[in-house]
């Protein structure tokens, strides 16, 4: 058991090491960041200075073994843009992601649920065939185009929703959440929409293949000859066992709710982890391009660590350490 | 039932109505410090000239007027400049502005880690000879230096050393990064960097104030469709810059409006003068047909500039006849009509330079730096192939687009100039002069143009105290560039902003905001 659990973590601490040289190898070709450094006087003395200043005439593989140096002592450097430690930044950003992350992966959750049992339930009627045409689009439209339809929708038409920002927020320490101001809550409805609609369709679709499958076995049938009510066998019975996979897939998921939050971020202006890596990007700013990928590898292979472990403790056959298996 | 339902929802969501004199507004770029001298760059200095202020500032017109200085002389035959300062100005905090601010704010902003350092590089001595008088020497005579400083911003002597940032710091960031306190008509009362930034007028400001805004708030949107909803809906109520695409549609809207003018940016092509062959395409490794000015004018009459303007531009930019556009100091009235598009001229031409065949070579374009630059090449590429030149474009983004011009990565690209000092010497300086590292000279003159007329006449200009013979030399300097055809100046980008009927407000060709101009019906 041990074993493979320090297997395990070793192999995802070498997948961490790859992705960020991976990282570092790129980021030459994302740009420079002299030129959003120094203004329009600058000479090309100025250029060279800045460039030994900040390490970057050193080969990428030194640059990043002096990222991993301080990383690993939690620091993260300074934002070129910003000036301030990257860290610092990445916390104040972190709530607004996380937030809406939660949120929209609530929403996918419950109504993806709801909505896969209604379809499944009433296979044939007019309203579930409905639901289903309708559902390709939150899989077939691009989310950027979602956002901005539901923002022309809901802000520009009907002007119930804003079209941008978190709105108000309040501070626990170093938390901050808009889920307990007016402002804050309308705020976060349609990004959280936008977000999680294609979760939500994933969901859907899932829980009812999974339902119809399911109610075609032997003890749903036995139990509707029972005389149960028909609420007691489709909830009781038939979607507990459709739910394995439903939780396998939704925790997979999750991370990549996180991860595909920049789009998201970047329509809604919503001041998450997702808009600050998109604006990095736009101005070079390596150490925040550095630590957002990091932590987002580190969140994957977190995620998927944690799967392999529960495979294992699920999973007798994983657990022989190699003796006797055949 | 349901209908009443829906009704008392909406009515619960609407936002409760704002006080008139709340101003929000939004751009694309958040300033990425409060400090006035640690970076040089357009978002920043445009922000902090609502907050901080300089010995003279720019009217509407752009002109000079007095600000923390009453008024300004030559010292003796153009030793340096005399600054009379105002008397009873203070700073957002309650300290009183005097001389040793000036001085303070010039050691400040002239240090070696600030950006701003290359406005002093004409100075030898800053002197202060009362509280009240601050006597400025240069080493020749400079008689655009008080033009060349609107944007030094003084800062509180006292203030910046108790917060230990008698310094700028741009890399690590100090006090002055996050606060502020300048004599400004508006302080920064609140600022989240990258999300928000609030700012309350300043009471004991000495000037008259015209504005009627209690409280403004900036927020920067980077998607210029969300910008635009915004303004649509109401929650802001001025973005800058609306999507040229955009701005036909918004002007027939209610509720808004556009407010369009022209920025200070020239945008040209520019040749690799300086290259022997070509390096691009399939006639790479030839010798350079860029060398031969007359190449270098069939390019500029074969580019159908209006056809560009009316199309790409929407008819919101100018044509551009010289490296200055017409609102800029110094600008040559006898040079101001551009090569008319000829296309049989300029084959011409291309015929008389040999090339009656034409050729193919490389044209670099960056695809988000200036308004549609990405378009526009596509364009100037279809252009040049109607008289024979097949341009092999490569248009990237401008993080890219800088480091291939400094390696001399092209045969012609497209570059757009808006002098900082809103005068003409400025573009002669940087991309007219022969390149000189140690004299800074020629420093964005990536082609490599080099004429020595040009190189005599700017040292000429720069200490030209009479207007006239400075305007002479600068008549001569647009003369032979034109002659030359050094660049092909095309046009000058469009400023386009909007906002809701009920503001108004002055648009500057820097594009600057200021929100002093602003008042709120």
Not at chain 2, 146 to 175: H, L, Q, V
Request: aromatic share 10%; hydrophobic share 45%.
């Amino acid at each position: 058991m041990l074993t493979y659990v320090i297997k395990r973590v070793l192999q995802s601490a070498l997948v961490l090491l790859i992705v960020g040289l991976v990282a570092f190898s790129m980021f030459r070709f994302v740009g420079d960041p002299i030129d959003n450094l120094l203004g329009q006087e600058r000479t090309d003395a100025d250029i060279a200075r800045l460039r030994v200043e900040l390490g970057l005439d050193q080969p990428f593989p030194v640059q990043y073994y002096k990222f991993l140096e301080g990383a690993v002592q939690g620091d993260f450097g300074v934002s070129y843009r910003q000036g301030r430690p990257v860290g610092e930044i990445l916390l104040e950003r972190a709530p607004a992601t996380l937030e809406l992350a939660a949120v929209s992966g609530f929403l996918a959750i419950s109504i993806g649920i709801g909505l896969g049992v209604f379809t499944a339930i009433r296979k044939d009627g007019f309203l579930a065939n409905a639901i289903m045409s309708i559902s390709l689009i939150g899989v077939s439209l691009p989310t950027f185009l979602i956002g901005i339809l539901l923002i022309y929708v809901f802000a520009v038409e009907l002007g119930w929703l804003p079209s941008f920002g978190r709105g108000d927020v309040v501070q626990f320490g170093w938390w901050s959440t808009g889920l307990l101001t007016a402002s804050g809550l309308k705020a976060i409805v349609l990004p959280a929409i936008t977000l999680g609609l294609y979760q939500m369709t994933l969901i859907m679709r899932l829980v009812r293949s999974e339902m119809l499958e399911v109610l075609r076995q032997d003890y749903v049938r036995f139990a509707r000859a029972r005389g149960l009510k028909a609420r007691t066998v489709n909830f009781r019975h038939a979607l507990k066992n459709t739910l394995v996979p439903v939780i396998t897939v939704t925790g997979l998921q999750l991370g990549s709710i996180i991860a595909f939050a920049i789009i998201t971020e970047t329509v809604f202006q919503w001041p998450g982890v997702g808009l600050l890596f998109i604006n990095a990007i736009q101005f070079v700013d390596i150490p925040v391009m550095a630590a957002y990928l990091m932590l987002i590898s580190v969140m994957f292979v977190a995620i998927n660590l944690i799967v392999d472990l529960l495979y294992f403790a699920i999973d007798p056959r994983l657990r022989t350490d190699g003796k006797g298996a055949h | 039932m349901k209908r009443a339902l829906s009704a008392a929802l909406a009515a619960a969501i609407c936002a409760a109505p704002v006080a008139a004199e709340d101003f929000k507004w939004a751009g694309t770029t958040d300033p990425q410090t409060m400090d006035p001298h640690a970076v040089n760059s357009a978002p920043v200095l445009g922000f902090l000239n609502n907050v901080y202020e300089g010995l003279v500032r720019r009217g509407k017109d752009m002109s000079i007027e007095p600000a923390l200085a009453t008024s300004w002389e030559p010292i003796g035959a153009g030793e340096g400049w005399r600054f009379y300062l105002r008397d009873g100005v203070t700073f957002h905090d309650g300290s009183t502005f005097d001389a040793e601010d000036v001085l303070f704010s010039y050691q400040r902003a002239s240090s070696e880690v600030s950006d701003t350092r290359s406005w002093f590089a004409p100075v030898s001595e800053v002197k202060m000879v009362d509280a009240q008088t601050i006597e400025i020497y240069t080493t020749a005579p400079n008689p655009i230096f008080p033009d060349s400083i609107a944007n030094w911003m003084i800062m509180d002597k006292g203030w910046a050393e108790t917060n230990s940032a008698a310094r700028p710091d741009k890399e690590n960031g100090n006090y002055a990064t996050l606060n502020t306190n300048g004599t400004g008509a508006f302080m920064v009362t609140a600022r989240e960097p990258g999300l928000r930034t609030e700012l309350a007028p300043h009471d004991g400001w000495w000037d008259e104030a015209t504005h009627n805004i209690t409280k403004a708030e900036f927020t920067p949107i980077q998607n210029a469709a969300t910008a635009v909803a915004a303004l649509l809906s109401g929650e802001v109520d001025m973005i800058n810059p609306v999507p040229i695409q955009d701005a036909a549609r918004l002007q027939g809207q209610d509720g808004v409006q556009i407010i369009q003018g022209i920025e200070a940016r020239v945008i040209m092509l520019g040749f690799a003068q300086d290259a022997e062959t070509l390096k691009y395409g399939a006639d790479a490794g030839k010798p350079n047909p860029f060398q031969d000015a007359r190449v270098r004018k069939a390019v500029a009459k074969a580019v159908n500039v209006d056809a560009i303007l009316k199309t790409i531009m929407r008819g919101n930019a100018e044509p551009a006849s010289q490296l200055v556009s017409p609102a800029m100091r110094g600008y040559s009235e006898a040079h101001s009509t551009r090569p008319a598009f000829d296309v049989d001229g300029a084959k011409a031409l291309l015929a008389e330079a040999g090339y009656a065949d034409g050729f193919a070579f490389g044209l670099k374009c960056p695809n988000n730096r200036y308004l549609n630059d990405e378009a526009v090449c596509q364009a100037v590429t279809s252009m040049l192939a109607k008289v024979g030149i097949t341009a092999q474009l490569d248009a990237m983004p401008v993080q890219n687009y800088w480091p291939e011009l400094r390696a001399d990565n092209f045969d012609m690209y497209l570059l757009g100039w808006s002098p900082g000092t809103f005068d003409a010497e400025h573009p002669i300086r940087f991309l007219a002069a022969t390149p000189n590292a140690e004299k800074k000279l020629g420093s964005w003159n990536f082609g490599g143009y080099s004429n020595a007329r040009i190189d005599a006449l700017l040292p000429m200009i720069q200490s030209e105290i009479d207007d006239g013979k400075r305007q002479a030399m600068l008549d001569e300097s647009a003369q032979i560039l034109q002659e030359e055809t050094a660049y092909v100046p095309m046009y000058v980008q469009p400023l386009v902003w909007g906002t809701r009927d009920n503001i108004s407000l002055t648009q500057r060709p820097d594009n600057f905001f200021i929100l002093r101009w602003v008042n709120v019906q």
